[in-house]
Structures are given as C-alpha cells and as structure tokens.
C-alpha cells in the first residue's frame, strides 16, 4: 500500500507582501543616498563654491616672481663701478628635439661645449619636466653667439636665452669697498627666511656676500615683480593674464674717487698695504685700497675650486681687506699723545728732554732704543714730533699712565668701529689694563707704557682709524664718520590727476653726514701746537717727512712711523736682509692738506719693508694720491688711457642709464 505525499502549498500573498517590504526598504535605501548625493552637491556647488572655485583656479592659474634688475654703482664722478652686464646662455626644451644626445653632441662640437657641461645636462633630465628649458651653457661668448644664430635652423628645441648678471668693469681695483654679489646659499636662504624677506627673493638669484653690495642689499636689490599665467594640468603655460612689473633696485652714487683708487694701485704696486684717504670736512671716503686684492666677478658667476684654493692660500692674504684690519700704528699717533701731555700739563711747548738714544727706568738694566742710536740731544714738542724722537715719548707716556692714555685715545676712535657702512672692520686692540687681563689674564706694567708711548707693544688700530683719529686731530676735534655712500637715485612713477598719464623721473636723495659729539680741549691752543709740529714735520729741511712733500703744490702736515713686529736683543742692530720677510718692519704714514682749512687726509701701510721706514716706504705713496688729489694729473695718465673704462673717466659716456 503506498503512502500519500505531502505538497506544499505556495502562500502568494504572503510572498507579496515580503517583496513589497524588500521594494519599499530598498526604494527607502535609494532614497536616501539619493538625498545624501544631493545634499553633497549642495554643499559643493553651493555652500562651498567660492571655497573650491579658489582651488580651482589655483590649479588653473599660476602666479610667476619676476626678479627686478639691482641698482647701479657710481663713484662720486659719476663713474660707473657696478653694472648689470647681459650675458646669454644656451639651453634646450627636451621635448622639441627628437633625439637629445646626438643633438647634444653635435651642437657642443660646434660650439666648443665641455663634456662636463653635457654630462651635467643629461643628468637633469632625469629629473626635470621635459617641456622646460635646460642650461646647457651659462656663459656663451659673443662668437658662440654668432656662431648659433647662423645655425640655429639645424637645431629645433635649442635656444639662447639673455639676462643680466653683476659685472665689476673695474675687477679688483674695488673688490674691496664694493665687495661682490654671489649665488644665494642655504645660510642666505635661512637669514631671508629669519626676516620675512624670502618671498621678494623668490626670482633671484644672486645676493650680497661682501662690501657695499652686502651692507645695501636692501636698497640695491628692489622689489619683486609677478607674471599669473594660465596654466594646464601638466603645468604649461597656456597665457598670461597679469603682469605686475618688478621695481629695480636703487642707484647708489659713491663717495669713492675711482681716480684715487688707480694711483692708490699703482703706488702699492708689487707691495703689500693699504691707503684710507678720507675728506676731514663730511667724512667721505675719497679712496680704500688695500693691496693685493682679487677680481669679485669670479665670485658672480660661482668661483671655480682651483681659482678659490688659489686666493684662499695665497701667501699674500688677498682676500683681507687692509684697510679695516689692524696694524701697529708706530710713530704716527706720536701728536696725540703730545696733545694729552700738553692738556695733562705734563709737558709744555718749551718743556725739553735729553735723548742719550736710550731710555731707561729707575732700577731697571733693560734700556729702550731711539731709532737714532746717538739720540738727539736735548729735545722740545716741535722737535720731537718732527724728528720723531722716542726717548720724549717715552717718558711722556710714563708720565701720562695707561689709563689717561687709554681714556683719551678712545676718544679719538681707537678701538671701535668708525661706523663706517661696511661690515667687514676690526675694532683693532686698544691698550690698557682691562683689555690685558681679559685677553691675557696679566696686570698691566709699566714697560707696557713704555712701548704704547711710540705706538707699539698691545696697541694696534685699522689704517681706517688712523685717519679717522688724524681728521678729528685736523678739525680740532670735530669727529665726521666716514662713510661711503653719497647719495641714492630710484625711479618713481608720477600720474598725472587729469589726463591719467604716468610718467617716470629720476630722484636722488643726497645723504647727510653723521657726526658725533667733538673732543673739547681745555686749553684749545694745543689743536695748534701739536698741529704746527706737523707742518714742520712735512716743510722743515732735515724733518722725517721733509723729502716726501719736497716741492708740491700744496701746503701739507704729516707723520711717519716704523711699526717693529718682532722683538730683538739688548744691544741687537738690525738688519732686515737677516729677517724673515714677513717679520720686517711695516711703514706707517700720516698727513693732510692743505694746512689751513684741510681738505684731504691720508693714511698708508706698506707690509715688511726692506729698506727704510715710514717717510722712505709709505710716504710717497701719500704723496701720489694727494698730488692727484690737488690736480697734477698727468702722474696716472698713461695708467689710465689703458683702462678699459678711461672714456668714463675722463665725461665720456660717464652716466650710463639703467639697464631695463
């Protein structure tokens, strides 16, 4: 018997009802991410358009710096001394040229272009976009220029691009003063990060490393220009949209007399030393030398390894500028130390010492030598000053004490900065106790006084200093801090109200002098005592710096010294044939003129001399800036027919107008 099966029988309304629920839920389900989308797009193109439209058009456009031009560099002639020079370089859009290094090869066959320079353009583009240009050569000359112009058909993606670099026409003969522009390192970057300067820096290249171009940067380099361009997502310009021009860099006239620079170079030729010539009425500083010295436009362009191993370890030190560094100023502060005897009362005009050639303390064996080994008899003030006689200033400077010494040479600007506008001076070294213990942990003595009576021994000062200290002396006490800048000249933009019309106009803002509260005398008569004494010094027959003025023109004071830098036995005579070059005597001089009413000073070091001291060795330099000074110009004038830059000199084109 079979068993009956069961059939299972199918609820349609139940499943109905199941896939309604599913469809409403799902339908619920759409709805919301329906309402969620919207919602978003709400946000998007509503709430937040002016948010992303920004975004956008972040990516779409593109804001490019634009470097503006550095200012100019005049001397007070109007000669230029500083220019922005075009130079033009080669380079190369990868993309344009179908096949880069057989292109390479060729183009650097034809214009001479080293395999270094090819290896270091092919490593690029490894790394850089090809649709942007490559440098293949920075520097083209004007042959290779010639040279792809006439052939630039051969090569498509290659071209020559023309900007302007910091050119020095002069080379070392201002490297000094001037200093030089040089490619922006990590530590630049960090100081312009530092003082919120980076983003006007954001298309240039270059930046002050030494002298003026340092001390100005601010004035010289100008204002950041912007370009905003169109661009696509690969990052090709398509147009331009904006242009906002840069603002050049001020124009800056000196105070420096290119002219004296030259003769300051000749006279130094084969020497090293250093010439301050300074104008005593403002401060200006008429020329600073200091030889050897070195060509700044190596520097521009990024210096090679062998030419910066070659003036790094020169023996010469052509790197340091000598006339801010310190010597032993000798003899030459001889009349300020008479001027503080006579307000000390501890000599007068008449007062006399007698000078056996030898000076010696009470219940000391060692005795300090005159130059002159018989002396010079019995000697007053003129006398002393003229014939530069030791054994008066060194019993003077007993009679004085280190600290009036001390107070009073700090007054005339010894072992400070002059505040002249470059950052490269030494303070030199001051004597006195406190300078000895923190330097040398040792009292002070004595014999210490002895040697600071002839400007010896601890005292060393800038040759900058010096005639600083002898321009106060000359102005009775009027102290003009030297400077280098004249005056500035910027381009300003004038509209006009009614028409609408701009146009540009030079102006120029001459600086004022700064000076500082004069050295009062309380006997002003001194002024004129100690500065008779160097009249005759430089006039009177048989005086040390009689033969350096003999027959000018002009009516001159001076002072000669001979700084010793090693020290010599008792009795020992010397002999500079015996002694090691660098351990001679340096030869110091000091002077201005006219007398009455002076109009120039001057200060010169000449290193290690041979033969002869300060009247012998730096004097006549003096002389040869001075007789330039005051008009006998044929002296330099086949030196500077020869100069690349005598038609300037002499009003030929001596305002260039601003390379734009």
Not at 221 to 243: C, F
Request: aromatic share 8%; proline share 4%; glycine share 6%.
């Amino acid at each position: 018997m079979h068993s009956r099966q069961r059939v299972a029988i199918r609820n349609h309304t139940a499943e109905a009802n199941l896939f309604a629920r599913r469809t409403f839920i799902a339908f619920l389900g759409v709805l919301v991410m329906l309402l969620i989308l919207f919602s978003n797009i709400f946000d998007l193109e509503i709430n937040s358009y002016d948010k992303y439209k920004t975004r956008a058009n972040s990516n779409r456009i593109k804001l490019l710096p634009i470097a503006p031009n550095r200012g100019l560099i005049y001397d007070r002639n109007g000669v230029l001394l500083a220019e922005n020079k075009a130079i033009y370089s080669l380079e190369v859009i990868p993309e344009d040229v179908k096949d880069i290094k057989t292109a390479l090869l060729e183009i650097s066959s034809l214009l001479e272009i080293s395999k270094e320079k090819q290896q270091k353009l092919l490593k690029s583009l490894r790394s850089k976009r090809r649709f942007k240009p490559l440098e293949l050569d920075s520097r083209l000359s004007d042959q290779q220029v010639a040279l792809f112009s006439v052939n630039k058909h051969k090569f498509p993606g290659f071209f020559i691009d023309a900007r302007l670099k910091r050119y020095y026409p002069f080379a070392d003969l201002t490297t000094h003063s001037l200093g030089y522009v040089a490619r922006i390192n990590r530590r630049d970057a960090i100081k312009l990060e530092e003082q919120d300067l980076s983003d006007n820096y954001a298309a240039t290249r270059n930046i002050g490393k030494l002298g003026l171009e340092k001390y100005y940067e601010s004035i010289l380099h100008g204002t950041i220009g912007h370009q905003e361009v169109e661009i696509n997502n690969q990052g090709r310009i398509i147009r331009t949209l904006s242009y906002a021009p840069p603002i050049p860099g001020k124009d800056i006239t000196l105070t420096l007399d290119i002219e004296l620079q030259m003769i300051a170079k000749r006279a130094l030729s084969g020497k090293r030393g250093t010439v301050v010539a300074l104008d005593p009425r403002n401060g200006d500083v008429l020329a600073m030398y200091s030889n050897p010295s070195f060509d700044g436009n190596l520097f521009v362009h990024g210096i090679s390894s062998k030419n910066y191993k070659k003036i790094l370890n020169s023996k010469d030190l052509p790197l340091i500028n000598r006339a801010v560094q310190g010597y032993p100023p000798a003899s030459t502060v001889k009349p300020l130390l008479a001027l503080l005897g006579l307000e000390k009362q501890a000599i007068t005009k008449k007062s006399r010492v007698y000078d056996p050639g030898w000076y010696q303390l009470k219940g000391i064996k060692h005795k300090y030598r005159d130059w002159e080994p018989r002396g010079h008899g019995w000697v007053n003030l003129n006398k002393a000053i003229e014939q530069s006689c030791n054994v008066y200033f060194y019993q003077l400077a007993v009679k004085l004490g280190i600290d009036n010494i001390t107070n009073m040479m700090e007054r005339f600007g010894f072992g400070d900065y002059t505040g002249i506008d470059i950052y490269e001076e030494s303070r030199a070294i001051l004597p006195g106790r406190e300078m000895k213990r923190v330097r040398y942990n040792k009292p002070w003595y004595t014999g210490d006084t002895i040697s600071i009576g002839i400007g010896q021994g601890y005292w060393t000062t800038t040759p900058l200093q010096l005639a600083q200290a002898i321009s106060i002396l000359a102005n009775k006490g009027e102290i003009k801090v030297p400077h280098l800048l004249k005056s500035t000249t910027e381009l300003q933009v004038i509209t006009d109200d009614e028409t609408g019309i701009s146009s540009s106009t030079s102006v120029t803002n001459e600086l004022d002098y700064v000076e500082k509260p004069p050295i009062i005398l309380d006997q002003p008569e001194n002024w004129d005592l100690v500065l008779d004494a160097m009249h005759n010094t430089a006039q009177k027959k048989g005086a040390t710096a009689y033969n350096v003025f003999k027959g000018s023109k002009y009516d001159a004071a001076g002072k000669t010294g001979t700084a010793q830098l090693v020290g010599k036995k008792q009795d020992e005579k010397y002999d500079a044939k015996l002694v090691k070059e660098r351990q001679r005597h340096n030869a110091m001089f000091v002077s201005f003129a006219p007398y009455e009413n002076p109009e120039i000073v001057v200060a010169v070091a000449v290193e290690n001399v041979i033969k002869g001291g300060g009247g012998t060795n730096a004097g006549p330099v003096a002389r040869q800036i001075m007789d330039q000074y005051f008009g006998n110009r044929e002296i330099i004038s086949k030196d500077i027919s020869r100069h690349p830059q005598h038609d300037n000199i002499y009003g030929v084109n001596k305002k260039k107008s601003r390379q734009n």
